[in-house]
């Protein structure tokens, strides 16, 4: 059989070009690590996501080595949490629904890009291996505050990150003489063991309580105030613990006369 020339000519070229497409999906699947968001995830009643185990409380989680889990709810025109920091090395399992309409989760400059849909969850997980700033975008047109629609997922260097909060617990006045208390409350969201110092300083008095807190639990520190030895007055205080820091005032007031009065003759409590 004589085939012409230019017959073969474009056999080959429309053969070359299915070899091409092929070549292509095929790096596009496995090059890259592109992978489809199936229905793995599961589902979750978009009206009962405040009582749903997972999305009640969304943040980042430590799953324990450097497995870490970040729940996002997506909802117009908002990503809660807005921001999401994770430690360089870690490998990310993102679970993202939707409360209200159609909205999209990606982060711009990797191949994270999920579609979020009421009712189901999008579960997908990521290696970040370097520091740095991504911007998080909704893809899907989800009403007139569409374009302010981001959030912001930080990686920041290993040594650099804890899932530490500290919150202090302390009255805002107290009456001379009485003997009074500042809780320092420091919760430990890592799955290790946190070994710290809490440390309070007021009027220029510095106190230490070196603690353990407990993985995924909370340690609580408290310091008794002696109310006489401070004198009436403004007293500033800081609590820090593991880089964390909480300051106030508390204010010293006579016996006699109420609130409102707390700047009274003790001085201003120069730290
Ligand atoms: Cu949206």
Known sequence: MNIHTYEKAWLVA??????????????????????MIDDDGGTVDPDEINDHERFSDPGVDHVGGNEYEVTVIAQAWLYTPEEIEVPAGSEVTFYVTSRDVTHSFSVVGTNVNTMVIPGQVSEMTVQFDEPGEYGVLCNEY????????????????????????????????????????????????????LETTVTLEIDGET????????????????????????????????????GYEESGTLSVVSATDGDENGAGDGGDGDA
């Open 207 to 242: 106190r230490e309580e070196e603690i353990t807190v407990p993985g995924d639990g909370s340690e609580e520190v408290a310091f008794a105030v002696d109310t006489a030895a401070l004198g009436e007055g403004e007293h500033d205080w800081t609590v820090t613990a593991d």
């Open 142 to 193: 989800c009403g007139e505050g569409h374009h302010t629609m981001e959030g912001l997922l930080t990686v920041v260097p290993e040594d650099e990150f804890d899932l530490t909060e500290l919150s202090v617990d302390a009255p805002r006045e107290v009456e001379a003489g009485n003997e009074t208390t500042i809780t320092a409350n420091v919760s430990n969201g890592m799955q290790d063991d």
């Open 14 to 35: 429309a053969m070359v070009l299915i070899v091409g497409f092929i070549a292509t999906i095929t790096y596009g699947a496995v090059g890259p690590g592109i992978a």
